[in-house]
């Protein structure tokens, strides 16, 4: 049976055109973007889920008179499509513990920083202030700290001397679009999930994401929990 994903979005909308890709290609097996939801009329990323003819959604924060209404709304709307798995891409809401809960286990989220390295915004220009060597991307189970839930993978990208944070926000973002493709299809086939607050891998260990090459890229190693940790 096809998988289904809801993906939340905010703006510009590349990660879910790379998850849309990777079902399209069969890189992500099986599944198909039900609905874009998106908290703001002027998102970008909208068009783009349109002209793949899959349905969206605005649901604009500023409607609502608190944050627990709008996210008891969103909720709502995610679950009219009753999705395998609910799928943040650049969703730049807060979410209350209760909406947190509801899907724990369902919701991964992509960070632009090897967490729990910058959490928040501004990771960029927080990581070149820092004089890290290496920055990164995590794809992980949101839990109700925000960007604090386990990891699922990691992409490291080098930092450059001539780096400022635009340049070092497309080296990421590269990475970005090679991890969260991965992340979900080792979720959606039953090879990762989320027990007792930790990140469980069955064995065998899914090849694909052990390794990232990419030519734009010096490097890129993925980090990953060993087999059955
Ligand atoms: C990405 O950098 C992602 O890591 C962060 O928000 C950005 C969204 O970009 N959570 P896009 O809308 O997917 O292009």
Known sequence: M????VLLI???GSNLQSILRA??????PDTAIVC?????????GLALAKQAGIPTQVMDH???????????????????HAPDLVVLAGFMRRLTVSFVTHYLGRLVNIHPSLLPAFPGLHTHARALEQGVCWHGATVHFVTPELDAGPSIVQ???PVHPDDD???LAERVLDAEHQIYPQALA???????????????????FPAAAETVVHPQLTSVTMQTPSPGA
């Open 2 to 5: 096809t998988k289904k994903l």
């Open 10 to 12: 905010s703006g510009r």
């Open 23 to 28: 079902c399209q290609s069969g890189q992500v």
């Open 36 to 44: 874009v939801i998106s908290n703001r009329a002027d998102a970008p």
């Open 62 to 80: 500023r409607n609502y008179p608190s944050r627990a209404d709008f996210d008891a709304a969103l909720r709502q709307g995610i679950d009219a």
């Open 155 to 157: 992409a490291a990208v």
């Open 165 to 167: 944070p635009a340049r």
């Open 186 to 204: 080792a979720i959606l086939s039953g090879h990762c999930r989320l027990e007792a607050g930790r990140v469980h891998w069955s064995t065998p």
